[in-house]
């Protein structure tokens, strides 16, 4: 039985975790209220919610502009002073100040691939994805994810950088060939997908970030000039946005959904529906558990509630039989849980990696080679029993069934015909600058 332990626990004041599914296909159970008794377990082969299997992958959608009349017009710039203009489709970005410059997208984006060339002429710069602006200081500024465009020695083009908050999340200390790829003063080409809580990119078609995290699950999309002298071109702006997660609610305040109740006793609810929360019963008999109807493969799982159960654990990819033994664990009865307050439990697994939040903290991540493409999950109370409850305030898994890969690789040469379909629209080759106030 594989143990995964929290390594630790670090508090955050951001948004809920459960605005992750505000923008997702939801799906229910019907809204029955639960049988409480005990129930056999389904075995793990029942049919993932997704009904597609991992050798059927859905098509990437395809490409779009990012500026499809080759203006800038609708979007605007945040921080600095800085200059951007768009010319026969080459977007450029230049500035001397103090402070980061951003030119920033009309509206947000969650889950999609974004596809581009860059040439940097001097400076440091970079692409906000998913990032949020804070209209507070003056001209504003901008947090959020940024994929790095790094011309020094470092070489840590394509990495991913928490630009005003966290800092450095996903660098190339260990990705030589990726430092590799970058050409300084040469066009380069980004793809760069961000899919629910995964995050990839690539720098002429080298792989280079490849990380987890759950901190925003939409934003802006925007073009950094760094703070000092820079000089960036960008071209080729083309970005598919990828269709949502399915959400499977298990339990949101009113009834057990997409659970069967393993113990002979019932989960209670406490309070009344729909602002009820669901408790482990207390016995000696067994360990109470819940446990899915139904197989998972890639998913992000939510759990909302509070634990007082020192021995809980929450546990994924259970192989099939009726056995609670195997899967990957996440001990969730740990002292720092246990202090009467409601916390956000999140379990992201792809593939063979199992990435384990709390409130949004990344406290944990492993790779399972051996871990079945799909299985089960389970709620489950300590061995002993009587130690302490779990109270569960709303749970819910995202599924992301399989996708094609995106395609990757070298700039595209210099004069080429854009496929059907992805020829922008009729407008003037340029535009008016735009100049930071």
């Given at each position: 039985?594989?143990?995964?332990?929290?390594?630790?626990?670090?508090?955050?004041?951001?948004?809920?975790?459960?605005?992750?599914?505000?923008?997702?296909?939801?799906?229910?159970?019907?809204?029955?209220?639960?049988?409480?008794?005990?129930?056999?377990?389904?075995?793990?082969?029942?049919?993932?919610?997704?009904?597609?299997?991992?050798?059927?992958?859905?098509?990437?959608?395809?490409?779009?502009?990012?500026?499809?009349?080759?203006?800038?017009?609708?979007?605007?710039?945040?921080?600095?002073?800085?200059?951007?203009?768009?010319?026969?489709?080459?977007?450029?970005?230049?500035?001397?100040?103090?402070?980061?410059?951003?030119?920033?997208?009309?509206?947000?984006?969650?889950?999609?691939?974004?596809?581009?060339?860059?040439?940097?002429?001097?400076?440091?710069?970079?692409?906000?994805?998913?990032?949020?602006?804070?209209?507070?200081?003056?001209?504003?500024?901008?947090?959020?994810?940024?994929?790095?465009?790094?011309?020094?020695?470092?070489?840590?083009?394509?990495?991913?950088?928490?630009?005003?908050?966290?800092?450095?999340?996903?660098?190339?200390?260990?990705?030589?060939?990726?430092?590799?790829?970058?050409?300084?003063?040469?066009?380069?080409?980004?793809?760069?997908?961000?899919?629910?809580?995964?995050?990839?990119?690539?720098v002429n078609g080298v792989p280079a970030a490849n990380g987890v995290d759950?901190?925003?699950?939409?934003?802006?999309?925007?073009?950094?000039?760094?703070?000092?002298?820079?000089?960036?071109?960008?071209?080729?702006?083309?970005?598919?946005?990828?269709?949502?997660?399915?959400?499977?609610?298990?339990?949101?305040?009113?009834?057990?959904?997409?659970?069967?109740?393993?113990?002979?006793?019932?989960?209670?609810?406490?309070?009344?529906?729909?602002?009820?929360?669901?408790?482990?019963?207390?016995?000696?008999?067994?360990?109470?558990?819940?446990?899915?109807?139904?197989?998972?493969?890639?998913?992000?799982?939510?759990?909302?509630?509070?634990?007082?159960?020192?021995?809980?654990?929450?546990?994924?990819?259970?192989?099939?039989?009726?056995?609670?033994?195997?899967?990957?664990?996440?001990?969730i009865g740990i002292d720092r849980l246990r202090d009467g307050k409601d916390?956000?439990?999140?379990?992201?697994?792809?593939?063979?990696?199992?990435?384990?939040?709390?409130?949004?903290?990344?406290?944990?991540?492993?790779?399972?080679?051996?871990?079945?493409?799909?299985?089960?999950?389970?709620?489950?109370?300590?061995?002993?029993?009587?130690?302490?409850?779990?109270?569960?305030?709303?749970?819910?898994?995202?599924?992301?069934?399989?996708?094609?890969?995106?395609?990757?690789?070298?700039?595209?040469?210099?004069?080429?015909?854009?496929?059907?379909?992805?020829?922008?629209?009729?407008?003037?080759?340029?535009?008016?600058?735009?100049?930071?106030?």
């Amino acid at each position: 039985m594989t143990v995964l332990l929290f390594a630790g626990f670090l508090a955050t004041t951001s948004r809920a975790t459960t605005s992750l599914t505000e923008r997702a296909v939801v799906t229910t159970a019907p809204s029955v209220q639960p049988t409480w008794r005990a129930a056999p377990l389904p075995h793990a082969a029942s049919a993932a919610p997704t009904a597609v299997d991992d050798a059927e992958r859905l098509p990437q959608p395809a490409l779009k502009p990012l500026f499809p009349e080759r203006s800038i017009k609708g979007w605007h710039i945040v921080g600095g002073l800085a200059t951007f203009t768009m010319q026969d489709g080459v977007l450029t970005g230049s500035g001397t100040d103090t402070r980061n410059a951003f030119l920033v997208s009309p509206r947000n984006y969650g889950d999609f691939v974004l596809d581009l060339e860059l040439r940097i002429v001097e400076g440091n710069s970079g692409i906000q994805i998913r990032s949020q602006v804070r209209e507070d200081e003056g001209s504003g500024s901008l947090v959020g994810y940024q994929v790095e465009i790094d011309p020094t020695p470092r070489a840590w083009s394509g990495g991913i950088y928490d630009e005003g908050r966290r800092g450095w999340l996903f660098d190339l200390k260990d990705n030589e060939e990726a430092r590799n790829a970058f050409k300084p003063g040469e066009w380069n080409r980004y793809v760069i997908e961000c899919r629910g809580p995964w995050f990839r990119t690539w720098v002429n078609g080298v792989p280079a970030a490849n990380g987890v995290d759950i901190m925003d699950e939409d934003g802006r999309i925007a073009f950094q000039v760094h703070s000092g002298r820079t000089t960036v071109h960008w071209r080729r702006v083309m970005i598919a946005e990828l269709p949502p997660p399915k959400v499977v609610r298990m339990f949101d305040g009113g009834a057990l959904q997409a659970w069967s109740a393993r113990s002979g006793l019932p989960w209670s609810l406490d309070g009344i529906p729909p602002h009820a929360r669901l408790v482990n019963p207390m016995t000696e008999a067994e360990p109470s558990a819940l446990v899915s109807d139904e197989a998972y493969g890639d998913c992000l799982a939510i759990i909302e509630g509070r634990c007082d159960d020192p021995g809980a654990a929450f546990i994924v990819r259970l192989p099939e039989g009726d056995e609670l033994d195997g899967g990957v664990r996440s001990k969730i009865g740990i002292d720092r849980l246990r202090d009467g307050k409601d916390h956000a439990i999140a379990v992201a697994i792809k593939g063979a990696r199992v990435n384990t939040f709390v409130d949004r903290a990344a406290v944990g991540e492993r790779q399972e080679p051996g871990m079945p493409a799909h299985g089960r999950m389970a709620i489950l109370g300590s061995p002993a029993q009587k130690q302490g409850t779990i109270s569960i305030d709303r749970a819910r898994v995202m599924v992301y069934p399989p996708m094609e890969e995106p395609r990757v690789g070298p700039p595209m040469p210099e004069r080429i015909v854009p496929p059907t379909g992805t020829q922008p629209t009729a407008a003037p080759p340029t535009s008016s600058p735009a100049t930071a106030p």
